[in-house]
């Protein structure tokens, strides 16, 4: 299998996660989420605020489906490999918990 630079894959227990499985959600991930957020946004909270201030209606939809959709993949995974799957999404974000990726969804709904 070639794997491709910009197409990192988060497996871990025979678990896999990809961009290409979620592509918005990998670009709002590596785009706001990314290793300056600290110093660019702040928050994990505020950078999902740009997100949602910046971006479309349509492309808030798409991430939101996705991250729900990534949620769902990842349900019972345990933190690391959830990090891990995260992190091959682009992120440089560890949440604590799933629970705080799982608040941003509230984030993504506010218009």
Do not use: C, K, N
């Amino acid at each position: 299998m070639t794997r491709h630079p910009h197409r990192p894959t988060g497996s871990a227990g025979g678990r896999r996660v990809t961009r290409d499985q979620f592509p918005s959600l990998s670009e709002f991930l590596a785009g706001y989420l990314h290793e300056d957020f600290p110093l660019d946004y702040g928050t994990p909270r505020d950078a999902t605020r740009a997100f949602v201030d910046e971006a479309t209606p349509a492309e808030r939809d798409r991430v939101d489906r996705e991250l729900r959709r990534f949620l769902a993949q990842t349900e019972g995974w345990p933190l690391e490999e959830f990090r891990h799957a995260l992190a091959a999404l682009g992120a440089a974000w560890q949440p604590a918990s799933r629970a705080e990726l799982e608040a941003l969804l509230s984030r993504l709904a506010d218009d």
